[in-house]
């Protein structure tokens, strides 16, 4: 299995970004995704700037996808993610179902987000035959059930023709809505969020009446509270069919956590831990069948 590095999901400072992307060329991961997936009124780094970036980190000889927009709210928004599947040299992940059509018009192939909602080999197929040479399961479906879209893929006749990726490591992505939701909390209106939510680097934690983490509000994105950490069951996965294990970027100590899971992938290591360099309790329960926040966490023979 190979390593991907998702895009940022936080709204960090321009040259932190740079920062980042530029330590983890020399990081194990094998695909890095970038761009704002989002919110469009976060523009630290303009679209065009997103596509110099990607095209320079291209040169590092990794696969470098430009990510689109989740929702898309206005007609510029749309603008900015034509202009990604416009890109001309870069293979595009797909959050929404218009840069699907984008990339189908030009027949390019493209990578399927999360967001899109794939939940059968038949949704597969269709998406296959515009172009889709990669998905991402939605991050609420369990082992079995991949296991069983993938059997359904084989008998439709895609078995070897997409790759799967689950998204193994970071806050999951749970819900995206028309209003910021950090904007609220800082008792501003939307239209005048004075862009709050780079005071969260890791996003805003929300905490159950019991006080256990629950959510993470994310703009107008709703997280998980805890942090998914699928490495305890890599073998479960590659036995499954899953090509590529995805980690979500936090602000500190992803590094360690790379090298955690690349060590881990290549019979380096048996330790699959990473609790130390977390803020949040992990959790493994959508992968195991149980609720989302559960953490079942099998060891890695």
């Not at 806050?171 to 809505?177: G, K, T, V």
């Not at 501003?188 to 805003?204: I, S």
Request: some cysteine; overall charge negative.
């Amino acid at each position: 299995m190979r390593l991907s590095l998702g895009a940022i999901q936080y709204l960090w400072p321009r040259q932190t970004v740079e920062d980042f992307y530029q330590l983890q060329l020399k990081s194990p991961v094998d695909i890095i995704y970038l761009g704002e997936t989002v919110c469009a009124k976060r523009r630290f780094l303009k679209t065009a700037e997103w596509i110099e970036l990607a095209k320079q980190l291209a040169q590092s000889g990794k696969q470098i996808v430009l990510s689109t927009l989740t929702l898309i709210e206005a007609r510029s928004d749309m603008a900015s993610v034509k202009r990604l599947c416009n890109n001309g040299d870069l293979l595009v992940e797909a959050n929404d179902i218009g840069a699907v059509q984008l990339m189908a018009e030009q027949t390019l192939p493209f990578v399927g987000g999360p967001s899109l909602n794939i939940y059968n080999a038949h949704t597969l197929k269709q998406l296959y035959k515009q172009g889709l040479i990669r998905w991402v399961m939605p991050v609420e479906l369990d082992a079995e059930t991949l296991k069983a879209i993938l059997a359904d893929a084989e008998s439709l006749g895609l078995g070897g023709k997409i790759e799967t990726e689950v998204f193994s490591f970071g806050r999951m992505p749970l819900a995206y809505s028309a209003r910021c939701f950090t904007a609220r909390y800082r008792q501003l209106p939307k239209d005048d969020c004075q862009l709050v939510c780079q005071d969260y680097a890791e996003g805003l934690p929300m905490d159950s009446q019991e006080g256990q983490a629950f959510f993470t509000i994310n703009g107008i994105q709703t997280q998980s509270g805890r942090i998914q950490h699928l490495l305890p069951h890599w073998q479960q996965m590659q036995q499954i069919g899953v090509d590529i294990m995805r980690l979500s970027p936090q602000p500190h100590d992803m590094n360690e956590i790379v090298q955690r899971y690349a060590q881990v992938l290549n019979g380096e290591s048996k330790n699959t831990e990473v609790e130390s360099w977390l803020n949040a309790p992990a959790c493994d329960g959508y992968w195991s069948g149980q609720s989302g926040m559960d953490y079942i966490a099998v060891v890695a023979e």
